[in-house]
T-cell receptor
């Protein structure tokens, strides 16, 4: 148990649906992340939040909309997705966003397996 | 830009044997961290071991140890006395002091057979 939970664990949606992924961390961390994990590809960092403010957006399509209402919760709102968006979406948290200077690391949730039909 | 390469998509090992997973990276920086993460079928990514680039001594965590060759930009993971519970995807990752981003490799799927 790493203290980072994600719901739902599995999600199947049509291209016209709207759904949300939820991430919650119980570690008292100040930074949270969304990653996309596709088969045979490196993890792709999507969004970074530090103290509820977005500090990184790696050219992610607007059909993915993150929300961080507080330092413990992170959402990823999904709408009009494409089949190529099917992947495992991982949430992570860390004490601070400046990992290297603080010798910190990230703690990952179990992921949401998303299938877009 | 930094890159991380894991050239072994899949590996297998018999229980109680030793296996080595390879990882190479490319960077022009001198200070950085390297990590090995394990992702079992449950999908929870777990940190296995961490190495600071400025340390010459190889990191060790119980049955897990690394062979860090800074000049060669190589960071292999050795698992001794392999156990069935070691079956998982293993990701090598690089953390830059400059960008502060974790860069992951594509992973190596390890299967431990009884």
């Amino acid at each position: 148990e790493t203290g980072v939970t994600q719901t739902p664990r599995h999600l199947v949606m049509g291209m016209t649906n709207k759904k949300s992924l939820k991430c919650e961390q119980h570690l008292g961390h100040n930074a949270m992340y969304w990653y996309k994990q596709s088969a045979k590809k490196p993890l792709e960092l999507m969004f970074v939040y530090s103290l509820e403010e977005r500090v990184e957006n790696n050219s992610v399509p607007s059909r993915f909309s993150p929300e961080c209402p507080n330092s413990s919760h992170l959402f990823l709102h999904l709408h009009t997705l494409q089949p190529e968006d099917s992947a495992l979406y991982l949430c992570a948290s860390s004490q601070v966003v400046t990992l290297a200077s603080s010798a910190d690391t990230q703690y990952f949730g179990p992921g949401t397996r998303l299938t877009v039909l | 830009a930094q890159t991380v390469t894991q050239s072994q998509p899949e590996m297998s090992v018999q229980e109680a044997e030793t296996v080595t997973l390879s990882c190479t990276y490319d960077t022009s920086e001198n200070n950085y961290y390297l990590f090995w993460y394990k992702q079992p079928p449950s999908r929870q990514m777990i940190l296995v071991i961490r190495q600071e680039a400025y340390k010459q001594q190889n990191a060790t965590e119980n049955r897990f140890s690394v062979n860090f060759q800074k000049a060669a930009k190589s960071f292999s993971l050795k698992i001794s006395d392999s156990q069935l519970g070691d079956t998982a995807m293993y990701f090598c990752a690089f953390l830059s002091y400059n960008t502060d981003k974790l860069i992951f490799g594509t992973g190596t799927r390890l299967q431990v057979f009884p």
